[in-house]
């Protein structure tokens, strides 16, 4: 297998990272949403735009995993300023907003390779804790930040077309 790298995105990696987002969206949630709410939601959070706006605001920051120097696009991390429900939010906060990859890249320390230097600017910008959102039932994203220093801090109701879903947020202090 190739090696994988773990680099800072540009903005010429929004069409990869919205490759790889949509793939891990589906391949995540494609048992409990159907088909009309995945291909609405995906087209309105997971396109090229969407990325694009990302990364050119200054306050967010990615990383995308390829196979290679330049390989196909495999998983993603994305920074972003919180957007969380909890009454105590405040300007040290940063949220890991998604930290993504293809199922076939779990378990071997990929998420690991694209926490770290999310954590990293987050602690040179100054954030004290790492805040992240992650749907209930998603007990091995749970138990991975649980492992990385996440405790439980709140929840939240997320909504895909017409139907909520439960979310647990979850807090890492960085200081």
């Known amino acids: 297998m190739s090696e994988i790298v773990v680099r800072r995105a540009t903005p010429d990696d929004a069409a990869a990272l919205a490759l790889v987002g949509a793939a891990a969206f589906l391949e995540s949630y494609a048992h409990m949403i159907g088909s009309a709410d ?3 939601h ?3 959070h997971y396109g090229p735009d969407a990325f694009g706006r990302f990364l050119a605001d200054p306050d967010c920051a990615l990383w995308i995993a390829q ?3 330049a ?3 495999i998983g993603f991390s994305l920074l972003t300023p919180p957007d969380l429900p909890l009454a105590d939010i405040g300007p040290g906060d ?4 998604r930290i993504y990859s293809l199922s076939r890249f779990h378990g071997g ?3 690991w390779r694209l926490l770290q230097p999310l954590i990293d600017h987050a602690r040179a910008a100054g954030r004290t804790r790492l805040l992240v959102g992650v749907h209930d039932g998603n007990t091995k994203a749970i138990a991975f930040y649980r492992r990385a220093g996440f405790v439980d801090a709140g929840r939240r ?3 895909v077309g017409v139907t909520d879903y439960d979310d647990l947020v979850m807090a890492m202090p960085l200081a």
């Open 38 to 40: 995945m291909i609405a």
């Open 67 to 69: 196979l290679g120097e």
């Open 157 to 159: 109701t997320f909504r």
């Open 42 to 44: 995906i087209g309105r």
């Open 71 to 73: 390989g196909a696009p």
């Open 94 to 97: 940063a949220e890991l907003r």
């Open 109 to 111: 320390g990929l998420g």
